[in-house]
């Protein structure tokens, strides 16, 4: 390729740009062009006793000027000193070596003409290196006792939080929930799918204090939780079946890892664990001399470095791009477990937050000394690289014979092959043969019988150079591979020699007292509880991220989070157990005029259903939802591979499992989920969107999907009542969970009469008029706003 | 929580053909729609300058046509065919000849614009044309050079340039997608081509598929309008009842008017694709025999027709990522191509003009990058990304005039370079849009479609 690293630098607009609201008055304008210029260029010269006795490090030391008189006159660039010098018009000339670009120039002009507003909260220039560190996200999480009951509303640790910052604002808490939209909520919220009508006649009935709790404890030892909140995981993973490159090669592996992490919610494993495996889970295994693990989790612990496996792959050739796919790897890694955006450092140092070039080449290290897989590509086709790199499932030894008689087997065909082309004349259609069967015979990876993932190993440890500006091709310095600076406080990691270093990595991000990893996970808990997190933006808990709304009681629940093991099931008890979980969905006028976003939670948020959840409901209402778990995905046999960029794969397969088992591609998402807002799979997701778009409604109305469920929802009512208004009540309950009003039940009845009537008209058959007009009401209820809403 | 304020679209409609029946022109009652449905996100939003343009049609050429086959001409290609010009190719240094080009060039229009013998049609109309013989784009893949031509981005997917304009713009029709893509086969990077990524999904690209069924779930599974009726004011009684016990959500009325907005959608949509009060010579124009739907000639007249009806963006993609201009093997490959779009693209952008539209639609004629000048497997070219060529005609842009300059053999650049950056640009700018001004936050950065470069052209406006 003649120009692989020319794209650079990359769209990452991190300063350049100027938003559509912003005017040169706007603290933005000054933070993305007024300060980095200011920063990076002037102050190194004009600080502290700066040249010329002019200091450029805040509004009052420009204005006051140096020995050549005021540098600004805000509001009148054309007797500024300072756009003098940058035009480079006369003398001074500043920057003396170079002119800033116009863009730069006329930003300056711009900013000074509006009176060159300076964010009156930042300390001076000179300070600000330190500005960054003090960011509450980067201090250890604090020890904090709830504030006291003093309202008597709650004693629960979390309402106590709550409380004290709604009284602050002379807000209340409305009426808690009903029974039945507490059960809905629950059901939805701990394993994706609506309750039953047993379970909501059994909530109703057990009148207990300990009712809920039970329905909670329940829900938790369901194996559908793994698959509600593996969901979510799945999402921050930025999970998908194919690896991305410009064929789209399938991974029919990948499952295993959405399985893992499935099976890892539902195990509670704790998340220092967690995290760890999916890091460094090969070497933790015991695959390598530093390796120490059981050997029933060997291949649980294998599977786990799918999370650095599936790194987005770009191009046809094998690896092409690499710097790409590790900077998703780098990125993801950040965003997921950090709550940090570290890509903006590749190309210069991170523009708001602390993160610098180096800190990036740091990390780079650690990935560029793993060994990753690779899933073919088109390449596959012309040059002969077989799938490479897939990782047995059982330790070294025990997988070694297989994979040594099938090398053997592939060297004696590469051979005879070599000694067919050697004679003359050369045997062709033996020779086509036979290259035919090397390569079905290398294609899949690994030999038959030998079972493997889309994992990560051990590589050749190395540092690498820093890229300067992100452009491969231009190598600086070479920088050992570590954490962070501004995190680890200069501290260094220990890694062994013939290491990569990952685990050494893992490790660190799950010490106890690290400010961001609990912090994160506990806030992804809480937004899944909620609509929103305490910081809303969950995975940037940078300078430029949210702040919390509630920052004490997030450190709370960090700490009791990390003291009790990390233990993700005791977040959902602890939460659900609040009364500020269980509170109603109501309106109020006078809290929605001051806090018009609840963001002090003075009532629970009503929100839309994820895709997933739609569509596993419609399912379950139909009684086709097939709630086992699927095998692997029918993907074409891996021998008959011939993919390439000009007709790349592509597949929707059908299926009535749980919406989490449904194949998702990168390049081609997938029609439903694209269509309801579902992930990016091609980026780490932590907060989907909640459009709400006229082809959605088509699909409702139109879809064959939703036909069917309808179809098959008519059916049960057909099949479970003989009077109608026993169905419509019935219908109800199991869309909505609760019962028919009796006016709803008298427009149900028109409805059906009405339209069984206009069916007749038209010459419908007669035995088809009932199942018809049931279907019809039926996919109704399915669309309605009731079906798709959480209160 | 959705942020759009209740509004009938219905009434908006039904102002909107009336008018459009009664002024035979289009705009006045466009003009209406920023009153009918202000506040939505698609609702017609101010420009930041007076626009040129009010509405843009995309075509994309797949698999990257030849420049110097097609508007480049270079006689001292033709003079050296043959010869040995190192020159770096896809992956590594080439030694291939020289290859001239197999067609004729001749001077059309009164401007005398170079086009060769694969446009015949395009010809007719070549003081239209704005011809741009110096574009070059950064990566010489398929995949990464057609998301750069729609996204600015070569590697990470980003929204496509007809979200863009839809998120800085909005939209003229409440029932039809701001953004909408005419292609039988997917191209290269399949639908994040027109994906709004980031944007909010009011702005993706909705996907026309020509034949039987051009929009899916468009139809009914109700057995007659009747029934369909009853079952929607059903819903609606339904949901009215539900919104009423939780008043001040606005995401619950929202809901229930994206479901008559698709009831619009499912009435005028056929409507669109009913060709039958085209008049024979309409047809003819285009090349267009009956009971077609499959040919480009039937995307080209869709796009008027859709135009008329205020969609912002179109965008016609002429073939899929296999079985198109990637001519390889042998230049002759282009014939059937240029074949397939020439006839109408020349008719549409006269249609355009007769009725009045091509001064307030730009045209983007467009590719993935060019192909080098010298040979392929003999007779074929190999992908270039170093110079090329790409066309703008219509509202706001110099008809009749070639911009930029190759060198002698059409391998790179002499003299005024254009970015793909600077193309989308220019292309905002003629619609109103400043590129820097037009940015999204998301994760904590502003986005633009033009990355952190772009310039407009401006040598090329009138």
Redesign the interface.
């Known amino acids: 390729m003649p120009k692989p690293a020319a794209l650079l630098p990359l769209l990452l607009v991190c300063l350049q740009s100027v938003g559509q609201a912003q005017s040169p008055a706007d603290e933005d304008w000054f933070e993305l062009n007024i300060r980095p210029i200011l920063a990076g260029t002037c102050l190194n010269c004009h600080a502290e006793d700066g040249e010329a006795g002019l200091r450029a490090d805040s509004r009052e030391a420009l204005i006051e000027g140096g020995q050549s008189g005021p540098a600004i006159v805000p509001g009148e660039p054309d007797k500024s000193l300072l756009i003098r010098a940058i035009l480079h018009t006369g003398e001074p000339k500043m920057p003396p070596d170079e002119r800033l670009d116009d863009e730069s120039i006329t930003a300056f002009v711009a900013w000074v003409k509006a009176g060159a507003p300076w964010p009156d909260h930042e300390p001076p220039l000179g300070a600000e290196t330190a500005s960054p560190l003090a960011h509450w996200a980067f201090q250890p999480v604090e020890r904090i006792a709830p504030p006291a009951d003093t309202s008597g509303w709650s004693d629960h640790p979390i309402d106590r939080f709550i409380m004290a910052a709604l009284a602050d604002q002379d807000l209340a808490p409305l009426r808690p929930a009903d029974k039945r939209t507490l059960i809905r909520r629950a059901t939805f919220d701990l394993i994706g799918l609506p309750p039953t009508r047993d379970e909501v006649a059994a909530f109703l009935a057990d009148e207990s204090p300990a009712a809920f709790d039970q329905v909670v404890e329940r829900l938790l030892a369901s194996p559908h939780y793994g698959e509600r909140w593996g969901r979510h995981w799945m999402d921050v993973v930025r999970y998908a079946d194919t690896a991305g490159d410009n064929a789209d090669y399938p991974v029919p592996e990948a499952r295993l890892y959405r399985d893992y992490i499935i099976d890892s919610f539902n195990a509670d494993k704790p998340y220092d664990q967690f995290v760890q495996e999916q890091l460094a889970g090969d070497i933790l295994a015991g695959s390598t001399p530093d390796g120490e693990g059981p050997p029933e989790s060997y291949a649980e612990r294998v599977v786990a470095t799918g999370f650095v496996a599936l790194s987005r792959r770009y191009a046809t050739a094998p690896f092409e791009l690499w710097h790409l796919s590790i900077e998703d790897t780098i990125e993801t890694t950040g965003r997921a477990f950090l709550g940090l955006t570290l890509r903006c450092a590749r190309c210069h140092d991170h523009k708001f937050d602390p993160v610098t070039i180096d800190d990036y080449y740091a990390l780079y290290g650690f990935f560029a000394s793993t060994q990753y897989p690779y899933a073919g590509s088109e390449e596959l086709m012309s040059k002969g690289f077989p799938r490479s790199h897939f990782v047995p499932l059982t330790a070294p030894e025990q997988a070694r014979p297989a994979i040594e008689s099938h090398q053997a087997a592939v060297r004696a065909l590469e051979d005879q092959i070599a000694q067919l082309e050697k004679q003359e004349p050369v045997d062709r259609p033996k020779v086509d043969a036979l290259k035919a069967e090397l390569r079905i015979l290398r294609r899949p990876g690994l030999p038959a019988g030998v079972s493997g993932a889309y994992a990560v190993t051990e590589g050749q440890p190395h540092d690498v150079p820093l890229q300067v500006r992100g452009e491969p091709r231009d190598a600086g310095p070479v920088v050992p591979r570590g954490v962070p600076g501004f995190l680890s406080k200069g501290e260094k990691l220990e890694i062994p020699s013939g290491a990569s270093g990952r685990l050494q990595l893992a490790r660190w991000l799950t010490r106890p007292d690290h400010p961001l990893t609990a912090r994160v996970m506990v806030n992804r808990v809480w937004q899944h509880h909620f609509g929103k997190g305490i910081v809303a933006t969950p995975s940037n808990f940078g300078v430029r991220g949210a702040p919390p709304t509630h920052p004490e009681l997030l450190d709370w629940l960090a700490a009791a989070f990390v003291d009790g093991g990390w233990h993700v099931k005791d977040l959902h008890r602890l939460i659900m157990s609040s009364k500020t979980y269980q509170l109603g969905g109501g309106d109020d006028e006078a809290a929605a005029a001051r806090d018009p976003d609840n963001r002090l939670y003075w009532r629970y948020d009503r929100r839309r259903l994820e895709a997933e959840a739609i569509r596993d409901a419609m399912l379950a209402a139909a009684g086709n939802l097939d709630l086992a778990r699927p095998g692997e995905h029918p993907f074409p046999p891996i021998e008959s591979w011939s993919w390439t960029q000009h007709s790349p794969f592509k597949a929707v397969y059908e299926s009535n499992h749980r919406g989490v088992y449904l194949m998702t591609q990168r390049i081609q998402r997938h029609p439903f989920l694209a269509l309801f807002d579902g992930p990016d799979t091609n980026y780490s997701t932590d907060v989907r969107t909640q459009a709400t778009v006229p082809l959605q409604a088509l699909y409702m109305m139109n879809n064959p999907f939703v036909t069917r469920q309808a179809e098959g929802f008519a059916r049960r009512l057909l099949a479970e009542s003989a009077d109608a208004a026993g169905r419509i009540d019935l219908a109800c309950q199991t869309a909505w969970g609760r019962p028919a009003r009796p006016a709803e039940i008298e427009r149900g009845l028109q409805y059906i009469d009405q339209y069984a009537a206009e069916l007749a008209r038209q010459g419908t058959a007669a035995d088809q008029i009932e199942p018809a007009a049931w279907t019809s009401y039926a996919r109704i209820l399915l669309t309605s706003n009731e079906f798709v809403y959480l209160d | 929580?959705?942020k759009c304020t209740a509004f009938d679209r219905r009434d908006f409609l039904k102002h909107a053909t009336c008018l459009t029946a009664a002024c035979g022109g289009l705009y006045p009652s466009l003009a209406l729609a920023a009153q009918a449905y202000e506040g939505h996100p698609l609702a017609p939003k101010r420009a930041h300058f007076e626009p040129k343009a009010r509405q843009m049609i995309f075509i994309f050429l797949t698999g990257g046509f030849s420049h110097v086959d097609t508007f480049d001409p270079k006689p001292k290609l033709a003079a050296d065919h043959g010869k040995v010009v190192p020159a770096?190719?896809?992956?590594e240094v080439t030694r291939e000849p020289l290859l001239a080009s197999p067609f004729q060039f001749g001077r059309h229009g009164q401007s005398g614009l170079p086009i060769s013998e694969l446009f015949p049609h395009l010809a007719g109309v070549a003081d239209e044309l704005c011809v741009i013989r110096t574009l070059h784009t950064?990566?010489?893949?398929?995949?990464?050079a057609t998301l750069?031509m729609h996204t600015?981005?070569?590697?990470?997917?980003?929204p496509s340039i007809g979200c863009w304009l839809s998120y800085g713009l909005g939209t003229f029709n409440a029932n039809l997608?701001s953004y909408m893509v005419l292609a039988e086969h997917?191209p290269?990077?399949?639908?994040?081509v027109w994906?709004n990524?980031f944007l909010?999904?009011?702005h993706?690209g909705?996907r026309l598929v020509p034949g039987n069924r051009p929009?899916?779930?468009?139809?009914?599974?109700?057995?007659?309008v009747?029934?369909?009726d009853?079952?929607?004011i059903?819903?609606r009684?339904?949901?009215e009842?539900?919104?009423r016990a939780?008043?001040?959500?606005l995401?619950?009325p929202?809901?229930?008017d994206?479901?008559d907005?698709?009831?619009?959608?499912?009435r005028e949509a056929p409507e669109i694709f009913d060709l039958s009060r085209e008049t024979a010579s309409t047809l003819e124009s285009y090349g267009l025999a009956g009971g077609d739907s499959t040919s480009f000639a039937w995307q080209c007249l869709i796009a008027r027709r859709l135009s008329e009806r205020g969609v912002r963006v179109l965008e016609l993609i002429d073939t899929g990522?296999?079985d198109n201009w990637?001519a390889h093997g042998d230049m002759q490959q282009h014939r059937a191509k240029a074949a397939r779009v020439d006839k109408a693209i020349a008719a549409l952008l006269v249609d355009l003009k007769r009725r009045g539209l091509l001064d307030q639609t730009l045209v983007a004629i467009c590719t993935e990058f060019g192909r080098t000048p010298w040979s392929d497997n003999g007779k074929g070219r190999n992908h270039w990304?170093?110079a090329f060529t790409c066309l703008l005609a219509g509202a706001g842009v110099k008809g009749g005039i070639a911009y930029g300059q190759t060198d002698d053999y059409g391998a790179n650049i002499a003299a005024d370079p254009v970015h793909v950056h600077d193309y989308h640009a220019t292309i905002l700018h003629l619609l109103g849009i400043d590129h820097?001004?037009?940015?999204?936050?998301y994760?904590?950065?502003?986005?633009?479609l033009t990355?952190?470069a772009g310039r407009v052209v401006h040598e090329i406006l009138t």
């Open positions: 929580m959705a770096e190719s896809l992956r950064d990566i010489l893949e398929h995949f990464q750069a600015g981005s070569s590697t990470v997917p980003m997608p997917l290269y990077a399949g639908a994040q994906d990524n909010p999904p009011y993706q909705v929009i899916q779930d468009l139809a009914s599974p109700a057995l007659s009747t029934l369909a009853l079952e929607q059903m819903l009684d339904v949901n009842l539900h919104a939780r008043a001040g959500d995401s619950l929202a809901r229930m994206s479901f907005v698709a009831r619009g959608m499912m990522s296999h990637d990304a170093n820097k001004q037009l940015t999204y936050r994760a904590g950065r502003d986005f633009r990355d952190v």
